[in-house]
Nanobody, 113 residues
Framework: VQLQASGGGLVQAGGSLRLSCAAS????????MSWYRQAPGKQRELVAV???????YYADSVKGRFTISRDNAKATAYLQMNSLKPEDTAVYYC????????WGQGTQVTVSS
């Protein structure tokens, strides 16, 4: 099983980034996909979830700014992040949840003020 997260980088406040999480080794369509983030000195927190049926959940801190989506044909989940703030700076991780749970390796997002 491999979850390959990509798309992080350095962006100014107010900017946008799109993260991708490409999965292999799992039946992607049957897994819920999540994005978490961990800022320095803080615990890892849930950012967004999309179920196998397409239902979504967002942390209050990102509602209205972030959008999670999935493309089952490409076995890829996405996190579109708009109106980024310095407090969004963190390592972002994707996670699959099905019969078992797996984590991706993380991608750094840095938002400058």
């Amino acid at each position: 099983v491999q979850l390959q997260a990509s798309g992080g980088g350095l962006v100014q406040a107010g900017g946008s980034l799109r993260l991708s999480c490409a999965a292999s080794g799992i039946i992607f369509s049957m897994n819920a996909m999540s994005w978490y983030r961990q800022a320095p000195g803080k615990q890892r927190e849930l950012v967004a979830v999309i179920t196998s049926g397409g239902s979504t959940y967002y942390a209050d801190s990102v509602k209205g700014r972030f959008t999670i989506s999935r493309d089952n044909a490409k076995a890829t989940a996405y996190l579109q992040m708009n109106s980024l703030k310095p407090e969004d700076t963190a390592v972002y991780y994707c996670r699959s949840s099905g019969r078992n749970a797996y984590w991706g390796q993380g991608t750094q997002v840095t938002v400058s003020s």
